[in-house]
């Protein structure tokens, strides 16, 4: 029945007057030919109707009312945005018109009051109502209710319903969950293939709102996109190729992942299935027509880590809240990307390392073996001539012990290296035994006993008796402590050295304390890590790996025990080792066994004799003083004299042996000996060491430039680091030039003959240039001399021209003739 709702009528206003106010609503009613409707005109209704729709218009909250059989509709302003495009066709209409849709649903609960029964409600009412041009999606809390009207058959006049709609309430709460989902259960993958198909199967469940999806993931160039994962359609459905090219805009049967690349925005998609054949249905009666497509940003990058191809939902509206949602999904899902392929990445980067740390242990095994045969063959012989009586001269006694002591502590060295390798591969094989701890390491102790005194230090040793034996591996143990303690002597200048063993909490436990340098707090966490050292460490000696503590630590945990070190910088460290008593703690068949693999120890003393080392050598030879001459010929002072920087003393001695052949040597067993000994007496020449501790050779070699005592003095730098940019970086400092070891005594000695050589051309020139500037000084002394004669003798002629009544000979400004005339 179509007819037109709206009276343009004066009368029937006049007759509508009960009805004034009620804003656009009130206005409406007033206007409406109601005598068309089976209600009637208003004149003919009831008090009771009439009360209602007063009632209705005067209230803000959104109400309808459906009156008579027909349930007719009257409603007021709050709820006119309800019925949408159906308003205003909807005023006056029979409610089964008006919601042809979902008669079936609210057909029944609007039957139920009229008829007698009780009020209906609900709290979450889903409708599909076509509102909007399309089916849709809402949701409504509704309570109706009979309104009694004695006039009316049955004494129900109509059904007044309270509406209040919760769609947007309902979607949001909706999409939050889904956002929650994809935060939770996409963020934990470990892997990008995961995180889509974690992605994908959480979205999965929040189908209204993405009834399908596609996530495409760039690859590395950021050219192309692979389909990583997919929902919402069969298997077989081509609704998106599995490999995307992201330069071409693709045909008209794809998805416009180029585009949303190229301009980092979403792309809307209309009419999907006129691209895709059909596409499957989703939550509701009808299949989406719409879908967007949206980059996924990376933190890390320029490019997008990928696309999001998501259906829209056919009963929504793609609003403001909805584009919202899908740009917070997508954030969501970026982050779950860029986890895992932060994860992936740290995995791979700790496997690389794992890889290079195993190929590195490989080559310490490789090398430290091929090391040693060498070693041996050199420590052998060198020890057999030594131990021969063989009629040596002193200075070839003296060089054979260098070389015999250095190969020995090469020996060391190669054995630290072979033992962490052999570790690492787990093939080190200890052999457990009952040992009196105390006593084996008060014995190893005193090794460094007399060291200690003669380097001024007290040296404690309390290990008194333990209650009963501890099983060690002895070999073990004595690395253990003589590293530990060659490090305290190392690191420590003056004041004391402890050792103590006693039990503690039913452990066994050793304690090194120093006075020492001590560890910075922030070095501490790294200090037994494999070559770890602290970097400007003051010790009295600048060699070292950083093995030793690696080694150690490894050492004690193969004992069932474990290490701890407490350190102040500047105050002094403690290294704690507690070993169990007893052996259930170790491998039973290791107990008493036999060792098949080479054995690594070396004598103590060769530890005790490498750390004597690092004494000054006033220390060691009280009879040479550290910076005295060790020219042999009397006649010294005509020499060259040179000054010699070394922290370890064979290489000092070494140079210094080479050197003093030709010139007069001076040694200084640091930087800040040396400083003082260049200031004190310039030397002509000083050769000195890069790495030291303190005042290393590079900064040295700035002091003595800064000063204008020294700085004329010719440098020479020594070091290990080979390489043609540490020596830039050296001559670039202003050293005359820098020497790599090893080097051979004749290339010592060729080089600080070529840098006096130039040090004396330089300075012959500067003598050249003196006397000639002397004499210059001097002519032109006469020469001035000799004009003021000239002037003098210019002025007697006049006088004497005066005097006999002539004119003057000469002008009085007589200057500038006189210069012509002396020219
Ligand atoms: P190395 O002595 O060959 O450098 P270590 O592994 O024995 O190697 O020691 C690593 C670093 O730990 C040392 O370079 C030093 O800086 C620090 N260190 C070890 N023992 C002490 C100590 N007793 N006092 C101060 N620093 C120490």
Redesign the pocket.
Known sequence: MTRSPILNGASAKSALEFLAGGGEMGELIRSYDWGASSIGAPDTWSPTLRMMVRFLLANRFPLLLWWGPEYIQIYNDPYRPIPGSKHPRSLGQPANQCWAEVWDVIGPLIDTPFRGGPPTWSEDLELELNRAGFPEETHFTVAYSPVPDDTAPGGIGGVLATVHEITEKIVGERRIVALRDLGARASVAKTTDEACKAIAATLASHVKDIPFALLYVSDATGKRARLCASYGFPRDAHLGPADVDLLSEGGSSSWPLAAAARTGQMQVVDDISSKFGTVPRGPWADPPTRAVVIPIPSPSTQQFSGFLVAGISSRLRLDDAYQGFLNLATSQIASAIANAQAYEAERQRAEALAEIDRAKTVFFSNISHEFRTPLTLMIGPLQGVLDSNESLSDTAREQLTVAHRNSLRLLKLVNSLLDFSRIEAGRVQASYEPVDLATLTRDLASNFRSLAERAGLEFHVDCAALPEPVYIDREMWEKIVF?LVS??F???LEGRIAITIRRSGGLAELAVA?T????PEK?LPH?FDRF???EG?Q?RTFE???????LVHELVKLQGGAIRVE?TAGKG?V?RVSVPFGSAHLPQDRIGAARSASSTALSPASYAEEAARWLSHQTLAPDEGSSESKSASPNSRARRRILIVDDNSDMRDYLGHILAGEYSVELATNGEEALAAALASPPDLLVSDVMMPGINGIELLQRLRTDSRTKQIPVILVSARAGEEARIDGLQRGAEDYLIKPFSARELLARVRASLQVAEVQREAHAALQTQMDELERFNRVAVGRELRIIEMKNEVNDLCLRLGEPRRYPLDFESESKEATV
């Open positions: 590293n490090n305290a190392k690191f420590t120093d020492g340098t001590g560890i070095d200090i770890y050292r602290v460490a010790g070292g790996t950083g093995i030793g503590l690696a350190s460290t290294f």
